[in-house]
């Protein structure tokens, strides 16, 4: 059974001089081109939560280290026999690798929490109208991403200023190398909005993806999604609990950001870009299926199982 893989990868990466783990999987690939050292779940991996199951692996990683174990023992030994054997193959004091191995993940772990850090602040956000009473408006809202405890310590507050009144939903924060996630659900309610946003860039100015949800305004509970997209402010929202609610047919985002302190060059070309964006959903701009398209299948199949029931 493998264990304390995570530290084993650590003690790797030390021994490697391998800072990133890109730098981490693209030293895999050089002993094997077509290695199943995947970047993608290397995170999981050096974070502990998880092992890699192709045997594959362990066999480069054994290649990767000289040694003569094969990979099942990689991924089986305990963590005192593995250093010891790559410290005897490569030479190197026991506690020198351990130290520098450490100070490789403290580094790490202070390079993801000054990602997540980049994220704090407001942000103005975009996105089509899921109501059928609002369809084809922009409705706008306002993001704010606090910091806290732990790597990815960030919490989200969403609002939106509605006819019905104040929404207001919350919750965590997770960056990833994929993209970035928010899930925040209502606070003395029971909405909730899923956003799936591109991976965070430097400087940050701006977030976008989609998000998807249930319409608030409405005769019938309307599973939704649509574009959405969040430009990041030099100051928080003025009256921030008030500000928000749908935009006239033929109002402008590019004004609307000057007067949150935002103004642009050309505004014009914003505006075109932005509509474009959050416009390029198909009609309605809006994902939303048909009620009664979803009640025909389930009348065909509940009336299945009724009569197979018992």
């Not at 783990?21 to 895999?28: E, M």
């Not at 990683?61 to 193959?89: H, M, N, Y």
């Not at 109208?129 to 609002?134: E, G, I, K, L, R």
Request: glycine residues 12%; hydrophobic residues 40%; proline residues 6%.
């Amino acid at each position: 059974m493998a264990q304390h893989i995570a530290q084993k990868l650590r003690l790797t990466s030390a021994l490697l001089g391998t800072v990133t783990r890109k730098d981490l999987a693209a030293a895999f690939r050089a002993v094997n081109p077509r290695t199943a050292f995947d970047l993608g779940r290397a995170d999981k991996w050096l974070q502990g939560r998880a092992h890699p199951r192709e045997l594959s692996v362990y066999e480069d990683w054994a290649k990767l280290l000289q040694l003569e174990q094969p990979g099942v023992w990689i991924a089986e030994s305990d963590l005192p026999s593995f250093t010891a054997a790559v410290c005897a193959r490569h030479g190197m004091d026991r506690g020198a690798l351990e130290r520098l191995a450490a100070q490789q993940f403290e580094t790490s772990a202070h390079d993801d929490r000054a990602q997540s850090i980049a994220l704090i602040g407001s942000y103005a956000c975009y996105s089509r109208a899921w109501s059928p009473y609002y369809r084809g408006q922009l409705i706008k809202g306002s993001l704010s991403i606090e910091g806290g405890p732990g790597v990815h310590g960030l919490t989200a507050h969403y609002r939106e200023a509605l006819p019905t009144g104040q929404l207001v939903l919350g919750g965590p924060v997770t960056p990833a190398k994929r993209g970035l996630y928010v899930h925040v659900r209502e606070v003395g309610g029971d909405a909730q909005f899923f956003f799936s946003l591109f991976p965070q860039s430097q400087p940050g100015s701006v977030l976008g993806g989609y998000m998807c949800g249930t319409a608030i305004i409405g005769p019938e509970a309307q599973p939704s999604f649509t574009r959405i997209l969040m430009v990041r402010l030099r100051d928080p929202v003025p009256g921030a609990p008030a500000w928000g609610g749908y935009l006239l047919p033929q109002g402008s985002i590019a004004a609307d950001l000057a007067a949150l302190g935002i103004a642009t060059e050309n505004p014009e070309a914003v505006d075109r870009l932005i509509g474009r964006f959050l416009g390029a959903d198909g009609e309605g701009d809006v994902g939303q299926i048909p009620p009664a398209e979803f009640r025909a299948i389930l009348d065909m199949f509940d009336r299945h199982w009724l009569r197979h029931v018992g």
